[in-house]
């Protein structure tokens, strides 16, 4: 089996719990795995190192599961997950997906013979989801728009996923020169397939994955093989020295900037393929993309520039060497602590933002967030409070709070409150069915007020899950350009909200925060997805508000403050 990574442990725990939920299981035994979930998610411990120890000294991880972890390790099979999954039709584990569907209701859909999300669809577009008992018309209606969404995004995997992927088949193949290609190349925020491009022959790769690779195979006669990772589709396309700048160009682009590239080739009297680039049947030497598009006389485009979107643009936004890198970051913003909903300390958080190099910024959520451990206006005193002593004793920390935007647009605390923060991020946590005039009033008036310094994930979608809400989006980008709110790309893989569309359109009127929204301690090394959006935005560490130090920060947020109050 490939190695297994902490967000695989986790997520088989998470699902065994689920499944158990669904079979109607003591609540007990769910509630262990869930417990056991989080425990791995907090603890920063390399996962070899767990392995080694037999999962010791991690909370909520008993023997049983620790034997059934290290099991999982070993063969692939988590034997309790296997266990429940025996027990429910195959499609009812995808009914998870649906926003909004829980074990109880996905157990209510089950009993009446709604067992996949294809059958859900035809059950809430012909009334049998409606006639349900706890459903009815607008419970149908909304799960039907649910369904879809999913449905028309299944065949793809968040960037995380893609990249690490991209990864364990890059150190397999340790020895061919192994390049990232394809979508996960381009930063993309979601990846249909893995690729992943290497010097050499079908043999030399097949020799490396043939026991590695699920369903390994030849595409002939395409330099390519295929093969699924983990059940992510994954395709390794190999050539010769001599050409594997063709290869990487034909892998590196999208479907429109490869079709353009050929049309200049043909249009010149070239071939260019992954095989290489040919003039009458002869291979000329391409071993870099650079020689491609030097014989063909025109420019190289960055990877992160090869969408459509960049076509008019591209020339005029900044070389690589010039976008903001992970490096670069100075502060993680928007973090969460045990505070409301995170898993570790406040002291565990800063110790690991630390070691990064990085200070911490606090975003624990306000008091209407009731779901997520919301804090009462007496917590949020007692939280301020303890950051004030941390940051005595020397720790590099912010006092924040990820402040909810209510249904009028006004803010969760008052604004004598909010001055007690070194900064705010405002988001939106509820009411997204608004219709789209009163959630742009809505989220306007948020980031018009003289105390927000973010808004945080703007639009509130959930990559592969939900779409965001309706709203002028552009409109509230200009509110927010005016009064000098920054706007977050939320660095999470299953938001990396604001789109790098938007990002791209507005990136010379608005400043930008690549922030985590990390739970979770390893969560603050999630900025890698945040950077690779504002990377394909054209973002320069100057357009990135925690590329400052803490001290240039604060300086900052004093400013945005005082110009407001002027204003």
Request: net charge negative; with cysteine.
């Amino acid at each position: 089996m490939p190695d297994v990574t902490r967000k695989q442990l986790v997520g088989v725990l998470n699902t065994t719990a689920d499944l158990l939920d669904v079979l109607g299981q003591e609540p007990f035994r769910a509630n262990a795995y869930r417990g056991a979930a989080r425990s791995l998610e907090a603890t920063g411990t390399p996962v070899a190192d767990l392995v080694a120890t037999g999962f010791a000294g991690i909370p909520k991880v008993g023997k049983a599961i620790a034997a059934d972890l290290a099991a999982f390790v070993t063969t692939g099979t988590f034997a309790p997950l296997e266990e429940a999954a025996s027990q429910v039709a195959p499609g009812v584990l995808g009914l998870f997906r649906v926003r909004g569907l829980g074990p109880k209701k996905i157990r209510a859909l089950w009993d009446a013979g709604i067992d996949s999300l294809e059958v859900l669809r035809e059950a809430a577009r012909d009334g049998r989801v409606a006639a349900l008992k706890g459903f009815g018309a607008k419970s149908a209606a909304t799960i039907l728009e649910a369904v879809e969404f999913v449905l028309s995004t299944q065949d793809r995997q968040h960037l995380s996923t893609g990249l690490d992927v991209s990864d364990t088949l890059a150190a397999w193949l340790d020895g061919l020169e192994p390049r990232l290609a394809g979508d996960a190349r381009r930063g993309l925020e979601t990846v249909r397939t893995v690729r992943v491009t290497v010097t050499g022959s079908a043999e030399d790769v097949t020799a490396r994955l043939a026991e590695r690779v699920e369903a390994l195979a030849r595409l002939d006669p395409k330099p390519l093989l295929t093969g699924r990772v983990d059940g992510v589709p994954v395709e390794i396309a190999y050539a010769p020295a001599e050409a594997r700048g063709a290869l990487d160009l034909m892998m590196g682009g999208s479907t429109e900037y490869r079709a353009s590239l050929r049309a200049q080739a043909k249009a010149q009297g070239f071939d260019l393929s992954g095989r290489g680039l040919k003039r009458a049947g002869q291979l000329l030497p391409t071993p870099a993309e650079a020689d491609v598009t030097r014989a063909l006389g025109c420019p190289l485009r960055p990877a992160e520039y090869r969408e459509p979107e960049h076509d008019a643009v591209w020339e005029t936004l900044p070389p690589p060497a010039e976008l903001v890198t992970v490096a670069d970051l100075r502060g993680l913003l928007h973090t969460h602590s045990i505070w409301s909903d995170g898993a570790a300390t406040l002291p565990e958080m800063v110790e690991t933002a630390a070691r990064l190099g990085r200070y911490l910024g606090t975003g624990d959520h306000s008091r209407a967030a009731h779901y997520a451990n919301g804090m009462s206006i007496e917590r949020l005193r007692a939280y301020v409070r303890e950051i004030r002593e941390l940051q005595r004793a020397g720790l590099p920390l912010l006092a924040g709070a990820e402040v909810d935007i209510l249904e009028d647009g006004s803010l969760d605390y008052p604004d004598e409150e909010l001055l007690s923060l070194d900064y705010v991020v405002a988001s939106v946590h509820s009411h997204f069915t608004l219709d789209a005039g009163r959630q742009t009033e809505r989220l306007v008036r948020a980031v018009s007020h003289p105390l927000v310094t973010i808004l945080g994930h703007p639009t509130g979608h959930l990559l592969l899950r939900r779409p965001g809400y309706a709203l002028d989006l552009d409109a509230v980008l200009a509110a927010a350009s005016a009064n000098g709110t920054v706007v977050e790309i939320n660095a999470n893989p299953a938001r990396l909200d604001l789109d790098w569309r938007y990002a791209l359109r507005w990136r010379d009127r608005l400043t930008f925060a690549i922030n985590t929204d990390a739970h979770v301690p390893a969560g603050l090394g999630d900025t890698r997805y945040g950077v690779a959006v504002a990377r394909k935005a054209g973002l320069t560490p100057a357009q990135v508000v925690n590329t400052l130090s803490q001290e240039e920060f604060l300086a900052f947020v004093r400013r945005q403050r005082e110009a407001r109050t002027r204003g």
